[in-house]
């Protein structure tokens, strides 16, 4: 019998875990609260549907470089919202499917290998650790990619806003990265997928002038329309950054055959192109903030970091990570433990503001109870 096991060598899944916590949630006389993932659930802007639904007659491949309007689209985005100027939307930004799939393929694609390391935040999602392992690299866990003393790094992760925390990178450490990146030939990834989302304070990214000094050596800028235009189900967003790693992701993308469908590109430029439906849902999800950290700072845990993306960050006193979402389990309410992020956030919960208006306000008032 034949045997592939490829998925061995990959983390687990920890999602799998929740399975007696979701039943217990769900048991809940009126029904769960899943803030378990940060899963969008408003609606895709009418703009964006409309977009999509008119450019439905796509008979032809699609091209790996997307189309013109679409690059162009993300590159007046830059400019017009994080302050990032100078982008070639030739040269210098890719369409990919859903950003995800980019760190996910990223060591893969630019041949990282056995012996190759590459550091990833020490508390973060899954995904930067199964990508290093899909290419048999070697990742460590970093507070800071500047004070590794290791040997030679290929690729080295920032994520800011964070998932899981919603800590936002100051930029004086994103500068001293980018220094430190170019003065030991390690490309920067920067995962910026919350940019739009900060909430105590704003994120910078770091191809911003003031962070990169205006050139995008050794940087890739990574951006999603899942979280800002509720768009996680069509799988869109993009890297930018320099030139020659976006040509090499292009030249083997080409040959993979990793190309945005033509339809979900014109559903990216009209996203890109508009912010009204963006600050529409940042009220939405400073509400939901404001009414489950009051919620859960009320019911004894302690909220921090936090300052940024979709989530709450918290601890309790008196429980651990499991204990804590067995808790709230009981209450209906269903939250991902700080343990799928980091052995060390063994005392954490985190909770997504990605429920609807009825039903955060539900496990609010289950939380006051």
Same mark, same amino acid.
């Not at 940042?282 to 009051?294: A, G, H, K, P, Q």
């Given at each position: 019998m034949v045997?592939?096991?490829?998925?061995?060598?990959?983390?687990?899944?920890?999602?799998d875990k929740l399975a007696p916590y979701k039943a217990k949630a769900a048991a809940h006389p009126d029904g769960i609260v899943d803030l378990?993932?940060?899963?969008?659930?408003?609606?895709?802007?009418a703009l964006v549907q409309k977009a999509l639904a008119d450019a439905a007659d796509a008979p032809a491949y699609p091209t790996t470089? *997307?189309? +013109?309007? %679409? #690059?162009q689209a993300a590159v007046d985005w830059l400019a017009r919202r994080l302050g990032v100027v100078d982008v070639d939307p030739q040269r210098g930004v890719l369409p990919v499917i859903g950003t995800k799939e980019l760190i996910m393929m990223l060591p893969t694609l630019l041949g990282v290998g056995a012996g190759?390391?590459?550091?990833?935040?020490?508390?973060?999602?899954?995904?930067?650790?199964? *990508?290093? +392992?899909? %290419? #048999?690299?070697?990742?460590?866990p970093v507070a800071d990619p500047t004070a590794y003393e290791g040997g030679p790094v290929r690729i080295a992760y920032l994520n800011s806003p964070r998932n899981p925390s919603g800590q936002i990178t100051p930029a004086d450490d994103l500068r001293r990265a980018v220094e430190w990146a170019r003065a030991n030939d390690v490309l920067l990834v920067s995962d910026e997928c919350y940019a739009e989302f900060?909430?105590?304070?704003?994120p910078v990214s770091v191809l911003h002038p003031d962070i990169c000094g205006g050139?995008?050596?050794n940087l890739l800028a990574v951006h999603s329309l899942s979280k800002r235009s509720n768009l996680a189900?069509?799988?869109?967003?993009?890297v930018a950054g320099d030139e020659t790693v976006v040509a090499e992701l292009l030249a083997v993308r080409k040959h993979a055959g990793l190309m945005v469908p033509s339809p979900i590109q014109a559903a990216m430029a009209a996203a890109f192109a508009d912010d009204v439906h963006v600050d529409e849902q940042?009220?939405?999800?400073?509400?939901?903030?404001?009414?489950?950290?009051?919620a859960l700072t009320a019911a004894g845990w302690n909220i921090t970091l936090s300052n940024g993306g979709l989530y709450l960050w918290a601890d309790h006193p008196t429980y651990d990570s499991y204990a804590s979402v067995a808790a709230l389990a009981d209450h209906g309410i269903l939250v991902a433990p700080g343990t799928f992020y980091s052995p060390e956030a063994d005392h954490h919960i985190r909770v997504a503001l990605t429920g609807t208006d009825e039903r955060v306000e539900a496990a609010a008032a289950r939380l006051r109870d």
């Open positions: 045997k592939f096991e490829t998925s061995s060598r990959l983390p687990d899944f920890p999602w378990s993932v940060g899963s969008p659930v408003d609606p895709v802007p470089l *997307g189309t +013109a309007s %679409a #690059r190759d390391t590459v550091l990833i935040p020490d508390l973060a999602y899954p995904t930067y650790e199964a *990508g290093a +392992a899909l %290419a #048999r690299a070697t990742s460590v900060g909430w105590d304070e704003k050139s995008f050596d189900g069509y799988r869109g967003g993009f940042r009220e939405r999800y400073l509400r939901r903030r404001t009414l489950l950290r009051d």
